[in-house]
């Protein structure tokens, strides 16, 4: 089984940027599809970012595309999720998943996904 654990969040102001990192223990990313998903309080879990085993394709949901960009390193067993221009609501905890199959291209349900990590708190102020 993989462990997964996102770092980077933090509290950042309006118009900054974060960088969030997960990297991976116990098993090799490198045949898996790979994802973030976001939770702001009150609400469900989103899908925010995902992309594909080999990392050709990628997709993201309407409210961040063109300001975020997931990548992944497989040499380092780690995704990434680049966010710029962040805004007041991109407030929530950060998660990355680990799709539950081999060999996939991008997943944006959180059911396709079987590895989680903890999560890692990203706040913007307005």
């Known amino acids: 089984q993989v462990q997964l654990v996102e770092s980077g969040g933090g509290l950042v102001q309006a118009g900054d940027s974060l960088r969030l990192s997960c990297a991976a223990s116990?098993?090799?990313?490198?045949?898996?599809?790979l994802g973030w998903f976001r939770q702001a309080p009150g609400k469900e879990r989103e899908f925010v970012a995902a992309i594909s085993w080999r990392g050709r394709s990628t997709s993201y949901a309407a409210s961040v595309k063109g300001r975020f960009t997931i990548s992944r390193d497989n040499a380092k067993n780690t995704v990434y999720l680049q966010m710029n221009s962040l805004k007041h609501e991109d407030t929530a905890v950060y998660y990355c998943a680990a799709d539950g199959s081999l060999y996939r291209g991008t997943q944006d349900s959180q059911y396709e996904y079987r590895d989680w990590g903890q999560g890692t708190q990203v706040t913007v102020s307005s």
């Open positions: 116990g098993r090799t990313l490198t045949n898996y599809a």
